[in-house]
C-alpha cells in the first residue's frame, strides 16, 4: 500500500495598505516592529524560509526551506508587499517552488489564491471571475508557470466559483471535510452521504461541474488540522510526525493521502518555533522511508480520483453555518467578548452592495467612452498593478481603449479601474470575521468603500457618500463611544483620506525637517520641485514654495504653493493652495517672507491667513510614519532634559538605593521608577551604540539585577539583536578577519547574561553560511599548527557552540 503524506499551509495576511498611499503605516501594537506584516514576516515567513534541524543535544545541523517540501499557497496582495518590503525572503518562496518542482515530478508546490480574499459565494460573478483571473495572472507574474490549483478564501465555495476556476484552468482545490455532501465511486449509481465531515479525506475526488468540466477536490484531516491549529502538536516535531503517520489505515485498499491545511502563520507567528516542528516532521517522515511526501499536483498524475463528489455549496471552513460569518451575527466570532452582537455584519455588507450595485453601471457607462470593453479592461488591468509604470500603461491602453486618449482621459480611466479594484477590495474577508465594527479589519475595509466614494464623487460627477452612510448607520457598534457605522466612516475614515493639496501639504511641512530632491516620492506620489524658499530667526522657520504633485497610480496631479511657519516646537501652521498663477504666487511669497523677516509672527500668520484661508495645515495633516519621526525630533530636547534630570537624581541617590536593597528593604517607588527610566535608557543606548562596550553593558546589568529593575524586554532584545547581526554581517563581509569573529563571540556571552532572550535566527544563519563555505578552508590552513588559521578555527567553533550549531 502506496502511503503519501502532504501539508498545506494558507499564508495571508489581511491587507493592510492605506488605500491612498499603498503603503503600511506605523502600527504601534506590532512595536518593535514598524507593522504587524513585518512582526509576522520575521517570527514565521523568515523562519520557514531557513528552518532548523537539531541534533540531540539540541545544536542545529540543518537548515531546510520549508516552503520547498509543503503545500502552500500565499495571498496575492501578501506577496507584493514581501516582495517590496522583504525581498530575500520573497524570493526564497519562489526558489522554494523550483525546488518543489524538482522534488515532485515537475508538479510545483505552490498554489494560486483568488486574489483579494473576498468570499466567493457572496460576490457577483462578475467579480468571482476578476478574483480568479487576477489571482492567476498574479501567480503566473511571480512564479513564471501557470497554478494547478488555487485556494479559495476561507475554502467558501459555490458551483459557479468552481465552474470559472475550471474555466480558467485551474484543476483542484482544498476543502475542509464538512463540505462534502455524498461520494460515489465513479461509473456507480448510489450516492453515500458523507455530511458532518465524514467523508474519507485519503483520496482525491471528482466534481461534475457544466459544459463537461470538472475540478478535482482535496478534502484535508480534520482532526489533525485542528490538533496543529489549537492544540499542543506542534510543542514537539515528533507529535505532528505520530499524528501524520497514525492516520493511515490497512483497511483502505487504495493509494492513501493523508494531508492537512491550516493557517501558514501557525508555523511560528501563532506557535512559536511551531516551524521547527514543522522541519522536524517533514525531515523524518522523508528520512524514515516509510511514507512518501508529496504534493497535491503530484499526487493528482499518479493518481487520479476513482470516487466523484457533491459538495455543500455555500459552506466554508471557518464557520459551521455555511457563510453566515460574513454576513450575518451566525453566532461564529472570536470569542473574546462575550455577550457582543454581530449584527452590525448585515447593514455592513448591504452597505457595501448598494455602493458596488449603484456604481458599476455608472463605471459602464463612463468608461464605454474609452474603453471597447469595460469589463474585459478591469480583467485584464491586473497587468498595470504588477507593473505600476507608465509603458505598462500604455500598452494596456493600445489593447483595451476605443481610441487615442489625452493625458486628461487617461487619468480618468486609471481613476475608473482603480474604483472598481477598491470596490472588489472592500469585499475582504477580515471586515467581517471579527467581533466588531470598529475593528481594525472592518475600518479597513470601510477605508477602501470610501476610496470608492472619493473616486466616484471625482469622476462620476455624483456624490454616494450621504446615501452610503445613511445606509452604515443601521450597523451599530458593541462599544457605545463608536455609535454606528456612520460615525466609524466620520471618526476613522474621513479624516484619512487624502488628496494631491494633503500631499502638498504633507511635503510643506516635512520639508522643513528632512532635505527633499528637485524630484522626490512620497508614498505613491512623485513631487517636482518647481521653487523652495527656507527661511530662519532664531528657531522659527518659514518655508514657502510651489511643487508638482502626481499621482503613480492614477497620473492626476495639481501643481500646489504652500507657506508653513514652525515656531520651534510642536506648533506649526501653514497654508496650501492650488498654484493660482505667478503674480498671485509672487505676491503671497513676498508678503508672507516679509512679515517673517521682520519676526513679526502674528504677521505672517495673519498674512497666512489671508492668502490661504481655510486651507491650513499643522502636524496633525502629516502622514503617521512622519508624524512620529518629526514628533521625535520636536520631542527631543525636551526629553533629553528629563533624562539629565533623571541621570542626576540616579546618580546622587544610588548608593542609597544600594545601601536599602542590602539591608533587604524594598525599594520607595521613587527611587524604582528613577532606576527604570535612567537602567533602561543607558542599556538602549549602549545597545545602539556603533560598537558594543561589553563592560559597561555588564556593569548595567548587573546594576538593573542588584536593585531588581524590571528591563524593557522587547525594545532592547531589538536593539541588541540588531547590533550583534551588524556584527555578523561584518565577520560575513570579512570572514578571515580574526579580530571581526573575537568581537561577535565576545558579543554572544551578553546573551547568557540577559533575563530575557535574544533572536539569534540571522546570525545563526550568517553563522552557518561560514561553516560550509569558509571553515573548512580554514582547517586545512590550521592543520600545519599553531598560527592564525588555528586561532581562527578555535574562536570560530566556540563561536558555535554559543549560537548553539554544531561544528564537525
Known amino acids: 500500500m502506496e502511503k503519501y503524506i502532504c501539508i498545506h499551509g494558507h499564508f495571508y495576511q489581511p491587507p493592510r495598505e492605506n488605500p491612498w498611499l499603498e503603503a503600511i503605516e506605523l502600527q504601534d501594537s506590532a512595536f518593535p516592529y514598524h507593522d504587524w506584516n513585518e512582526r509576522i514576516a520575521a517570527e514565521c515567513y523568515a523562519p520557514n524560509t531557513l528552518s532548523r534541524i537539531l541534533d540531540g543535544e539540541g545544536r542545529i545541523i540543518r537548515l531546510p526551506n520549508n516552503y520547498a517540501t509543503i503545500s502552500c499557497n500565499f495571498g496575492p496582495t501578501l506577496l507584493a508587499w514581501l516582495m517590496d518590503k522583504t525581498p530575500e525572503i520573497y524570493e526564497a ?24 480574499h473576498m468570499i466567493m459565494p457572496l460576490a457577483h460573478r462578475r467579480d468571482k471571475y476578476t478574483q480568479v483571473l487576477w489571482g492567476i495572472r498574479d501567480f503566473e507574474h511571480r512564479f513564471g508557470r501557470p497554478p494547478e490549483g488555487m485556494w479559495l478564501p476561507e475554502t467558501a465555495l459555490d458551483i459557479e466559483t468552481l465552474d470559472i476556476m475550471a474555466e480558467l484552468g485551474i484543476r483542484f482545490t482544498i476543502l475542509a471535510p464538512r463540505q462534502a455532501h455524498k461520494v460515489r465511486k465513479i461509473g456507480q449509481g448510489h450516492w453515500r452521504d458523507v455530511r458532518g465531515g465524514r467523508i474519507d479525506p485519503t483520496t482525491a475526488y471528482l466534481l461534475k461541474l457544466c459544459k463537461g468540466r470538472t475540478m478535482n477536490l482535496f478534502f484535508y484531516d480534520g482532526p489533525i488540522s485542528q490538533g496543529i491549529a489549537f492544540e499542543d502538536v506542534l510543542e514537539r516535531g515528533e507529535n505532528l510526525a505520530s499524528r501524520l503517520v497514525n492516520a493511515f489505515s490497512e483497511e483502505r485498499p487504495w493509494p492513501q493521502l493523508v494531508h492537512i491545511a491550516t493557517d501558514g502563520e501557525t508555523y511560528g507567528h501563532h506557535r512559536t518555533h511551531g516551524d521547527m516542528a514543522l522541519a522536524y516532521a517533514l525531515d523524518y517522515l522523508e528520512t524514515e522511508n516509510f511514507v512518501r511526501l508529496t504534493n497535491y499536483g503530484e499526487f493528482l498524475e499518479k493518481h487520479p480520483p476513482s470516487f466523484e463528489v457533491k459538495i455543500l455549496e455555500n459552506s466554508s471552513w471557518s464557520c459551521v453555518h455555511g457563510v453566515e460569518r460574513w454576513w450575518k451575527d451566525c453566532g461564529c466570532n472570536s470569542g473574546m467578548h462575550p455577550g457582543w452582537s454581530q449584527a ?32 474585459a479592461a478591469r480583467n485584464d488591468y491586473i497587468s498595470v498593478i504588477l507593473k505600476r509604470d507608465r509603458q505598462e500603461v500604455a500598452h494596456f491602453l493600445e489593447q483595451h481603449a476605443s481610441r487615442s486618449l489625452d493625458p486628461g482621459e487617461t487619468s480618468t480611466v486609471l481613476k475608473l479601474l482603480e474604483m472598481q479594484r477598491h470596490a472588489m ?6 471586515g467581517w470575521f471579527f467581533d466588531d465594527l470598529s475593528g481594525l479589519e472592518t475600518v479597513q475595509v470601510l477605508e477602501y468603500a470610501g476610496r470608492v466614494v472619493q473616486l466616484a464623487r471625482d469622476i462620476l460627477g455624483e456624490d454616494p457618500e450621504p446615501q452610503f452612510l445613511q445606509r452604515l448607520e443601521q450597523a451599530k457598534s458593541n462599544i457605545p463611544e ?44 512623485t513631487i517636482d520641485q518647481e521653487d523652495y524658499r527656507l527661511a530662519e530667526a532664531g528657531k522659527a ?41 505667478e503674480e498671485p504666487y509672487g505676491a503671497m511669497a513676498w508678503e508672507v517672507s516679509e512679515a517673517f523677516s521682520w519676526a513679526d509672527f502674528p504677521e505672517t500668520l495673519r498674512r497666512l491667513d489671508q492668502h490661504f ?35 542626576r537624581l540616579y546618580t546622587h541617590n544610588v548608593p542609597l538605593m544600594r545601601f536599602h536593597k542590602e539591608l533587604g528593604v524594598p525599594l520607595p517607588r521613587p527611587f524604582l521608577a528613577t532606576a527604570e527610566i535612567v537602567l533602561n535608557r543607558y542599556l538602549l543606548e549602549a545597545f545602539q551604540a556603533p560598537d558594543l562596550d561589553l563592560h559597561l553593558i555588564r556593569s548595567l546589568l548587573e546594576e538593573a539585577r542588584l536593585l531588581q529593575v524590571e528591563l524593557e524586554g522587547a525594545g532592547l532584545e531589538y536593539a541588541l539583536r540588531k547590533a550583534i547581526e551588524r556584527l555578523a554581517e561584518r565577520f560575513r563581509q570579512n570572514p578571515i578577519d580574526l579580530e571581526c569573529l573575537q568581537q561577535l563571540e565576545a558579543a554572544m556571552t551578553l546573551e547568557t547574561e540577559l ?36 586561532s581562527w578555527v578555535e574562536h570560530f567553533a566556540a563561536l558555535g557552540a554559543k549560537l548553539s550549531v554544531r561544528v564537525d
Open 425 to 430: 477590495l472592500m469585499y475582504t474577508s477580515c
Open 755 to 790: 533575563p530575557f532572550a535574544v533572536l539569534l535566527w540571522k546570525v545563526q544563519n550568517i553563522y552557518y553560511e561560514l561553516l560550509h563555505s569558509v571553515y573548512p578552508q580554514q582547517v586545512r590552513e590550521s592543520e600545519p599548527g599553531p598560527g592564525e588559521a588555528r
Open 541 to 581: 522657520k518659514l518655508a514657502v514654495g510651489r511643487i508638482r504633485v502626481t499621482s503613480d497610480i492614477t497620473w492626476n496631479s495639481a501643481t500646489i504653493s504652500f507657506a508653513v511657519l514652525h515656531f520651534g516646537d510642536h506648533n506649526l501652521s501653514g497654508g496650501v493652495r492650488e498654484f493660482q498663477g
Open 93 to 116: 518562496i519562489l526558489a522554494a517552488d523550483r525546488q518543489s518542482q524538482e522534488r515532485f515530478s515537475g508538479h510545483g508546490s505552490a498554489i494560486a489564491q483568488a486574489y483579494n
Open 613 to 647: 484661508g481655510t486651507s491650513t495645515y499643522s502636524l496633525r495633516s502629516l502622514f503617521r510614519d512622519e508624524q512620529r519621526q518629526i514628533l521625535d525630533q520636536i520631542i527631543e530636547l525636551s526629553l533629553e532634559e528629563i533624562r539629565s534630570a533623571y541621570g
Open 344 to 375: 452590525w455584519r448585515t447593514p455592513l455588507r448591504e452597505a457595501l452592495d448598494w455602493l458596488r450595485d449603484t456604481l458599476a453601471p455608472q463605471y459602464e457607462a463612463a468608461a464605454s467612452r474609452f474603453l471597447k470593453d469595460p469589463w
Open 482 to 525: 463608536h455609535g454606528d457605522g456612520r460615525q466609524i466612516f466620520e471618526k476613522f475614515v474621513k479624516p484619512a483620506m487624502v488628496d494631491l493639496l494633503t500631499v502638498g501639504a504633507h511635503y510643506a511641512i516635512s520639508s522643513l525637517f528632512e532635505d527633499y530632491q528637485v524630484q522626490d516620492r512620497i508614498f505613491c506620489y
